[in-house]
């Protein structure tokens, strides 16, 4: 399974027309493309930035609609008043969901870059060592991984249910995140907390 991702910094007033038009025009355009099986959005209200997030059954399917979405980003960039979309296209190398989201739910996303040499063993961390600690933290709703092999970026995204539950969690979460990072030899580069705008995947379970 792959994914992309598409990055824009918004002018926060646009945020809520560019979710509409997400969800009521590029959603249904995407779900009829071959081998596309879904779509989500996360949002952060306070600095702008936006990421929506397609996945899809192979990587074939995902390259095949590049051109045909370009247009469509472009369109979904100016409705939110940012800049040029940032895309970056990933392996969904985990996927584990302990239910389903539902409204008010957030997700703290962690960037990390590692030696692509070392990845198989940086998913093996997160796989065995941080998942199982992941999912006994309150309110934990879902977790999934994205690794770009060439450059050895990736990105995990961990939803809970709602904000609060993401807040009482950051101690625990930061603790987790430098042991995990240590013991995969990866370096942090980013961390942002954010609210899910859309969850519409139906990626299976990954693990």
């Known amino acids: ?30 779900m009829e493309m ?34 045909a979405l370009r247009p469509i980003r472009d369109q979904l960039a100016e409705t939110m008043g940012g800049g040029s ?3 970056q296209e990933w392996e ?38 941080l998942l199982p600690r992941l999912e006994d933290l309150a309110g934990f709703c879902s977790a999934s ?5 060439a450059s050895g970026r990736s990105v995990s995204s961990v939803t809970y249910d709602s904000r609060e539950a993401m807040a009482e969690t950051r101690e625990a979460a930061a603790s987790m995140r430098s042991s995990t990072a240590k013991d995969a030899g990866a370096e942090v580069l980013d961390v942002c907390e954010f609210e899910l705008a859309i969850a519409h995947l139906r990626v299976p379970e990954l693990t």
Do not use: F, N
């Open 34 to 67: 071959d081998g596309c099986i879904g779509l989500s959005m996360m949002v952060d209200r306070e600095s702008g930035r936006c990421i929506a997030t397609s996945a899809w059954q192979s990587e074939e399917a995902m390259r095949a609609t590049d051109e």
């Open 145 to 149: 991984l994205l690794v770009d092999r």
């Open 92 to 129: 969904i190398a985990v996927l584990h969901r302990d239910h389903r989201s539902a409204a008010g739910a957030c997700i703290r996303a962690t960037w990390v870059k590692a030696d692509p040499a070392d990845m198989d063993r940086a998913i093996d961390v997160y796989k065995l060592a």
């Open 85 to 87: 979309p940032d895309v």
């Open 1 to 30: 399974m792959y994914a992309r991702s598409t990055t824009i910094t918004a002018a926060p007033t646009s945020i809520d027309a560019g979710i509409a038009q997400l969800r009521d025009e590029v959603m249904p355009t995407l």
